[in-house]
């Protein structure tokens, strides 16, 4: 691949790379397994939320009902439901909207902040995540979980650690 252009404007970080000129591009083997990831991430995905059509759910709508029904009450802040979820608050309005047509969920007020809302996991969407729930994992053991042995399944994960750590630190900077 031939290097891009540089000059392009961005917003420069102290140590940015690009505004200093020191580009470290990927090597052969980091751009197999930077592709292999994104492939293999968008396949699962798209493989284990084809395995939610038939019950009429998304991911965004499983992994919603999955923190809801691991959560105190049943119940999430939605801030702090749009954090779990890794989703903007604008985004899982809409979605909680969706799903509250649905009878997934519901909306309360929150009494400690009159501006707070809370997004609680009503009976039919208890329900629903305990008829789901053994094919969702079904389909997870399928195509991810299952093809890795013990050792592989540990290597991953410890890989992922610093990764989605720096992540996470990263999400809320601008």
Same mark, same amino acid.
């Given at each position: 691949?031939?290097?891009?252009?540089?000059?392009?404007?961005?917003?420069?970080? !102290?140590?940015?790379p690009?505004?200093?000129g020191?580009? $470290?591009w990927?090597?052969?083997?980091e751009?197999?397994?930077?592709?292999?990831?994104?492939?293999?991430?968008?396949?699962? @995905?798209?493989?284990?939320e084809?395995?939610?059509?038939?019950? $009429?759910l998304?991911?965004?709508?499983?992994?919603i009902?999955? @923190?809801?029904?691991?959560? !105190?009450?049943?119940?999430m802040? =939605?801030?702090d439901? *749009?954090? *779990?979820?890794?989703?903007?608050?604008s985004?899982?309005?809409?979605?909680?909207?969706? =799903?509250?047509?649905a009878?997934?969920?519901?909306?309360?007020?929150?009494?400690?902040?009159?501006?707070?809302?809370y997004?609680?996991?009503?009976?039919?969407?208890?329900?629903?995540?305990?008829?789901? *729930?053994?094919?969702?994992?079904?389909?997870?053991r399928?195509?991810?979980?299952d093809?890795?042995?013990d050792?592989?399944?540990?290597?991953?994960?410890?890989?992922?650690?610093?990764?989605?750590?720096?992540?996470?630190?990263?999400?809320?900077?601008?």
């Amino acid at each position: 691949m031939n290097a891009p252009d540089t000059d392009t404007p961005h917003p420069a970080t !102290p140590d940015d790379p690009i505004a200093s000129g020191r580009i $470290d591009w990927l090597s052969d083997s980091e751009q197999r397994l930077w592709r292999g990831w994104l492939q293999a991430t968008r396949l699962l @995905n798209t493989l284990v939320e084809r395995d939610l059509n038939p019950f $009429d759910l998304t991911m965004y709508d499983y992994e919603i009902l999955v @923190n809801l029904s691991e959560a !105190p009450e049943r119940r999430m802040r =939605m801030t702090d439901l *749009a954090m *779990a979820s890794v989703q903007s608050k604008s985004r899982l309005s809409h979605q909680i909207t969706r =799903m509250e047509k649905a009878g997934l969920v519901r909306r309360e007020s929150c009494d400690q902040d009159r501006r707070g809302l809370y997004a609680v996991l009503t009976e039919h969407g208890w329900d629903t995540i305990r008829a789901v *729930a053994p094919h969702h994992v079904a389909s997870v053991r399928q195509h991810f979980i299952d093809l890795l042995d013990d050792e592989r399944r540990a290597a991953l994960a410890s890989a992922l650690e610093p990764v989605l750590r720096h992540l996470e630190e990263s999400r809320d900077r601008p």
